[in-house]
């Protein structure tokens, strides 16, 4: 995975009233935090943040670049983001600290690839799960895992233990569930209804029409 770089300076004040004034000025508040350091606030630029990293996952890794020492090349993940409710601008940033050498538990996105052989026929490819956790060191998280559906029919299924992880990336989990299945396809019950209705309404013309022959048959002698 890429390493982005995301200028931040500290800062010592706190308070609503700092942090709206900061907002008046593109800048916004954050932390830094990890098991290994005391939480540290920071502002940074929301454009900036938002052009580098915008809604994007919390597995993106990020160093930071600042003039302070104490968080100058620290290499982090976004733990939380907080926006606007109405306008979706960024209000406050959360960081994680990592430490390169320790594995680390993230979610990553699966991209399923390949076209389902139960699709050819009228199925309906049904991912289940759309992310897993993984467990891997901070330089080795992958930006998405590939997963093949090409072998699926329909009622298939493919399961978290049947993932093909990247060298280095562990996928843990409780219950061995499944992320993406094919259904059969879908009958559109009115067309169904209309059409069972056509053929009883075409058996019963039939059957009358028999009979009304065989009364008007002229009774033999």
Known sequence: METLELSVQSRSATGKSEARAMRREGVVPGIVYGPKMEAAPISL?????????????????????????????????????????VTRDLVHADFYEV???????????LNFVGKAAGVD????????????????????????????????GIHDAIHISEINAPEGV???????????????????ETKAAAA??????????????????????????
Do not use: M, W
């Open 99 to 109: 430490d390169v050498n320790e594995k680390i538990t993230v979610e990553v996105g």
């Open 170 to 188: 562990e996928i843990p989990f409780d219950a061995d569930v499944t992320i993406v299945t094919v259904l059969p396809p879908v009958v559109d």
């Open 121 to 152: 026929i009228g199925g309906i490819l049904q991912p289940v799960r759309r992310r897993v956790e993984v467990l891997c060191l901070p330089l080795q998280i992958p930006d998405e895992i590939d997963v093949d559906v090409s072998a699926l």
């Open 45 to 85: 630029n929301a454009r900036d943040f938002d052009r580098k990293v915008g809604y994007g996952t919390h597995t993106q890794l990020l160093r930071l670049q600042s003039e302070d020492s104490a968080i100058a090349e620290k290499l982090v993940l976004v733990k939380d983001l907080q926006r606007h409710p």
């Open 196 to 221: 069972e209705e056509g053929e009883g309404e075409g058996e019963g013309a039939g059957e009358g029409a028999t009979e009304e022959k065989k009364e008007e048959e002229p009774a033999e002698g």
